[in-house]
C-alpha cells in the first residue's frame, strides 16, 4: 500500500481550522471531534470513508483495555514506527499513562500538528514534549488509487 502526498493531507487538515468541536460529528466548518477531523481528512485525500462509524460516549475510552482507534487505524492505514512518523502522520495519543490511546492528531511538521480540542475547536499547535511522549501509534493515510 503506497501513502498519501503528506502535502496534500496537511492542507485537507488545515482546511479543517476553526471548526468548532463538536462531539461525534465530522463537518468541515460546522463542528468535528479529534475522530471527526481524521475521518473528514480521509475523505478528501482517500475517498469515501471505508465504514460507518459507531454511536461512542464521552468516556468510551476510560474502561476497557482493547486500542479500538488502533485497530480501526490498522484495518485501513499503513502503520509506521514512531521514530518514523512525519508530516502528514496520524497520530494516536495516551491521555493518561498505561491507558488507551484515545485521541487523534496529524503532524503537520516536525514539531507542530492539529487537533480538535475541546474548548478550542480545530487548532494547530506545538507539538510540546508533553504531547510527544504521549503519541502512541501513527499510521499514513492511504494513497487514493483512483486519482493514484
Excluded at 479543517?16 to 461525534?24: K, N, R, S
Excluded at 480540542?117 to 494547530?124: A, F, P, S
Amino acid at each position: 500500500m503506497t501513502s498519501a502526498d503528506p502535502d496534500r493531507v496537511i492542507a485537507a487538515a488545515r482546511s479543517w481550522l476553526g471548526t468548532p468541536y463538536h462531539d461525534q460529528a465530522s463537518l468541515s466548518g460546522a463542528g468535528c471531534d479529534c475522530l471527526g477531523l481524521a475521518r473528514g481528512v480521509w475523505r478528501e485525500v482517500v475517498g469515501p470513508e471505508p465504514f460507518p462509524i459507531p454511536a461512542y460516549s464521552r468516556d468510551w475510552g476510560e474502561t476497557g483495555s482493547r486500542e479500538v482507534l488502533a485497530e480501526g487505524a490498522r484495518a485501513m492505514m499503513i502503520e509506521v514506527p514512531l521514530a518514523e512518523a512525519g508530516p502528514g502522520a496520524l497520530v494516536l495519543f495516551r491521555m493518561k499513562p498505561r491507558a488507551i490511546a484515545k485521541h487523534v492528531g496529524i503532524l503537520t511538521g516536525p514539531n507542530s500538528f492539529i487537533h480538535a480540542h475541546e474548548r478550542l475547536g480545530v487548532i494547530e499547535e506545538p507539538l510540546t514534549p508533553s504531547w510527544q511522549r504521549r503519541i502512541a501509534f501513527a499510521f499514513l493515510f492511504p494513497l487514493n488509487e483512483v486519482e493514484g
